[in-house]
């Protein structure tokens, strides 16, 4: 792997971690529950249609609300930054190539 590549993996997985949080809130998984009229609320709402009138624990929505509210544990952390240092490869690896 080339250096640029490297770099670009790597402040690809830094900043999805650190964006992680941001993103949440900014859907609508806040501290303090789901925010009104949001993406969240949305996904919640489909979610408890498809389910009965209710969210599955351990759901996406009940996950992603979880991490909304009491932050991503380390083990999430990780699944993100790996997400982010492939996006990150494969875009420096993508611009690097000739046609």
């Known amino acids: 792997m080339d250096p640029l590549t490297l770099l670009a993996t790597g402040a690809a997985a830094a900043g999805a971690v650190v ?56 083990a999430g952390q990780a699944i993100v930054g790996a997400v982010g240092a492939a996006v990150g490869a494969a875009v420096s690896m993508a611009s690097n190539c000739t046609v």
Do not use: D
């Not at 996904?43 to 996950?63: I, K, L, Q, R």
């Open 19 to 74: 964006a992680a949080p941001a993103v949440l809130t900014a859907v609508g998984f806040t501290a303090g529950g789901i925010a009104a009229g949001s993406i969240a609320s949305t996904m919640m709402s489909a979610a408890a249609v498809a389910n009965g009138g209710g969210v599955v624990a351990g759901g996406v929505v009940a996950t992603l609300q979880a991490a909304g509210a009491a932050g991503i544990p380390l």
